[in-house]
């Protein structure tokens, strides 16, 4: 069966890619660029407040001094720049709004004479989108005082730009870029009468692609919490220029949006950062904390988005119940079934290894890994296979091959234990085995308590299992005398001990992904043989006294 469905994105994704490759070469022809011409807006109907860039980019860390700029050669050296940042013009919420508009504008027309027809590298999907969104964002001081001829020009570069986005989001795969793409068509149709029916379009495309892409509780069908944060953002954001151009807020998008904030806050940890499941990594909030800070979340659940969180006191734990996402949005999928991340006292204890997508394509392989997840692996595999066709990663990204079923999962809350218990077949098919963990605290003595199942469904075939529990890089863990415990120091005076009944466990060296660098870090491994019988591991987490 999976086999047919690789066969099936292949197809698809050759399908995809010849026609990305003849639309390029017609993109580049004149009659293309002809076409993209239309009637030229005659005015703004509205300036957006430029402060709503902050909401979807964190780039107002420094200043950008015009000043000190030459228009004449800013360009000249655009391969050593970061190129998706200088062509999207993010930089202009850099500038100093009261300075000499006169160099932006040449920056500007310099950047029209080479780039106003297509050009691939410049008119790539994702910086296309963000520049048109940029440059309408700050059209007070780009067209303050501008001469007619330089309005006109400015003003058909971003209809032709924004008539290209219209003509090709169907064949656009990648859902966030999608988003981006309707945020500034939709701006587009916010601004220029001309062009209304542009957020009619927009607005609709906007509440298919919602539909398509979240669950009933409003978490990515992707499982990925950083998607959470990036759709939600690029919706406040659209909110908010409706309402700033003083327009009805369409009902699914203010629903949307609450549902998305409402999922924040269940998976938001103690230290305001997101866990580390399915892609995720360490993720500022600061953009939106306005609007986390104003919503009343509404939700009892205890599992939201496949990830069942437990909390009590001190105490706060997520662990991944839920199985892998469909093909087509797995590819940020990591392949850690019951792995959990555990905070106590707001600091956190084990951890998962995060998404190295941003640090390089070598650390995003290592991060998939089941190892890299505090979980269980079997015989060094992973539990799902990844896409090995370049043709399809191309495409759809590094999608995962197979799939698991997770079941029986339970909620508990008596007898002075609070927690949970889920299995999943991840194993079976290879090594004839299910994994199951339950996981509680301890209300009553006030720690973490911890039972792993393995179930041999089949006799005779030898397997060698792991469980790693990887450890905050912030923290340090030595194996002390007895074997089969280790010290976890958090501070000079405080510590834990992780304890687990009848087996011997080891320190291990590993690595931390979930930042802008790789980290050094260690993790607790529990490690053996089993050949005909199912086995259980008893394992706590205790504070030191």
């Not at 590298?121 to 969104?133: A, C, F, G, V, Y």
């Not at 966030?176 to 542009?198: H, P, S």
Request: proline share 3%.
């Amino acid at each position: 069966m999976f086999g047919l469905k690789s066969v099936y994105f292949y197809l698809i994704a050759c399908q995809i890619t010849l026609i990305k490759f003849f639309k390029k070469i017609y993109f580049s022809s004149k009659n293309y660029n002809k076409s993209l011409e239309s009637k030229t807006p005659q005015q703004v109907y509205y300036n957006p407040n430029s402060f709503l860039l902050s909401i979807i980019t964190s780039y107002r860390t420094h200043s950008f001094k015009v000043n000190e700029i030459d228009p004449n050669i800013f360009w000249l050296d655009d391969e050593k720049k970061d190129e998706k940042q200088m062509h999207s013009f993010l930089w202009l919420s850099l500038i100093d709004r009261k300075t000499d508009h006169t160099k932006i504008k040449k920056i500007i027309y310099i950047w029209m004479l080479k780039n106003s027809k297509y050009r691939k590298k410049t008119w790539e999907t994702s910086t296309l989108s963000t520049r048109i969104i940029s440059w309408i964002l700050n059209v007070d001081i780009i067209l303050n005082n501008s001469t007619f001829d330089f309005r006109r020009n400015f003003l058909n570069c971003i209809i032709s730009q924004t008539n290209h986005l219209r003509r090709n989001i169907r064949f656009e795969s990648d859902t966030k870029k999608k988003i981006e793409i309707l945020t500034a068509i939709i701006l587009t149709g916010l601004v220029f009468k001309e062009y209304e029916e542009n957020y009619n379009i927009g607005i609709k495309e906007l509440e298919t692609l919602i539909k398509d892409f979240f669950d009933n509780d409003g978490f990515p069908l992707s499982r990925n919490p950083n998607d959470l944060i990036f759709f939600a953002k690029y919706l406040i954001f659209c909110k908010e220029l409706i309402k700033d151009s003083q327009k009805y807020v369409p009902e699914f998008l203010q629903d949307i949006i609450d549902k998305n904030l409402n999922c924040i806050h269940f998976i938001k940890t103690p230290n305001e950062q997101l866990p580390l499941f399915n892609g995720a990594s360490v993720v500022n909030l600061n953009q939106i904390q306005k609007y986390l800070d104003e919503f009343k979340p509404n939700s009892k659940n205890k599992n939201i988005g496949g990830l069942f969180k437990i909390k009590h006191k001190n105490h706060f734990l997520v662990i991944d119940t839920e199985r892998p996402p469909k093909q087509k949005f797995s590819k940020s999928y990591q392949s850690g079934p019951l792995s959990f991340e555990y905070f106590l006292d707001g600091i956190k204890i084990i951890t998962n290894s995060g998404f190295g997508g941003h640090i390089s394509k070598r650390a995003e392989a290592l991060s998939r890994l089941t190892a890299c997840q505090s979980t269980l692996s079997i015989n060094d595999t992973s539990v799902t296979k990844f896409e090995k066709s370049e043709m399809i990663k191309k495409v759809f990204g590094n999608s995962i091959e197979d799939t698991f079923k997770s079941f029986e999962l339970f909620s508990k809350d008596e007898n002075g234990l609070i927690g949970c218990s889920s299995s999943n077949n991840g194993y079976e098919k290879k090594f004839g085995c299910t994994h199951k963990r339950e996981i509680y605290i301890d209300k009553v003595n006030n720690y973490l308590k911890g039972i792993d199942h393995i179930i041999k469904a089949k006799d005779g075939y030898p397997i060698r299992y792991a469980f790693r529990f990887h450890i905050n890089p912030d923290l340090s863990a030595v194996k002390t005398m007895s074997g089969n415990s280790a010290l976890i120091q958090i501070s000079k005076n405080k510590s834990l001990i992780f304890t687990v009944k009848d087996e011997i466990l080891e320190i291990e060296k590993s690595i931390f992904l979930g930042g802008k660098k790789i980290l050094d870090n260690t993790c607790i491994t529990i490690s053996g043989n089993l050949v005909n019988k199912n086995k259980t591991f008893n394992w706590e987490i205790k504070k030191n006294i």
